[in-house]
């Protein structure tokens, strides 16, 4: 059976109002991983919160902005709008539709969460007892998506040699 990933929240239906929107798209974020929190191979799923950036938990600012330089991100509608798919991906981790393998950035073992129908991915890293959720966001390049699906070949490769 096909994934059914969560509607998305959409800008337009808040008739340009961005506060508004924003506050809506933060309230889901903050129902989802702070009020619960979802469950990864039976541990939780956390959220860093510092350095807290304009008041805001420092992965959710991650998730729903974009750009290099970390201080200062522009909001990213695509990012907004898909809030709800972070849970949601790491709640159906087991389905053959989420591509999950390993990757290594700086220090730091990744667990790579992909689904290629929507383009989307989520990144955890493991710690002691609970899994970090580091990022999430929607692959906009086709190039990008070939690379992270020949990753992803490559590390399977290693586990079935």
Avoid: C
Avoid at 18 to 45: A, M, N, W
Avoid at 136 to 141: D, G, H, R, V, W
């Amino acid at each position: 059976m096909s994934l059914v990933f969560p509607d998305l929240i959409s800008f337009n239906d808040f008739g340009g109002d961005f506060p508004s929107y924003f506050k809506t798209i933060y309230s889901v974020f903050y129902q989802d991983f702070i009020v619960s929190q979802p469950v990864f191979e039976g541990l939780e799923v956390s959220v860093r919160k510092y350095p807290e950036v304009d008041g805001m938990h420092r992965t959710f600012y991650h998730i729903t902005h974009e750009g290099e330089d970390e201080n200062n991100r522009q909001p990213d509608l695509r990012r907004m709008e898909r809030i709800r798919f972070p849970k949601f991906v790491i709640g159906n981790f087991k389905h053959e539709e989420i591509l999950i393998w390993k990757n290594r950035r700086g220090k730091d073992e990744r667990i790579v969460l992909f689904n290629e129908a929507e383009n989307y991915i989520v990144i955890l890293t493991e710690r002691k007892d609970y899994y970090l959720f580091i990022t999430a966001y929607f692959i906009e390049k086709e190039h990008r998506k070939k690379k992270l699906l020949k990753e992803y070949e490559a590390y399977i490769k290693t586990k079935t040699a």
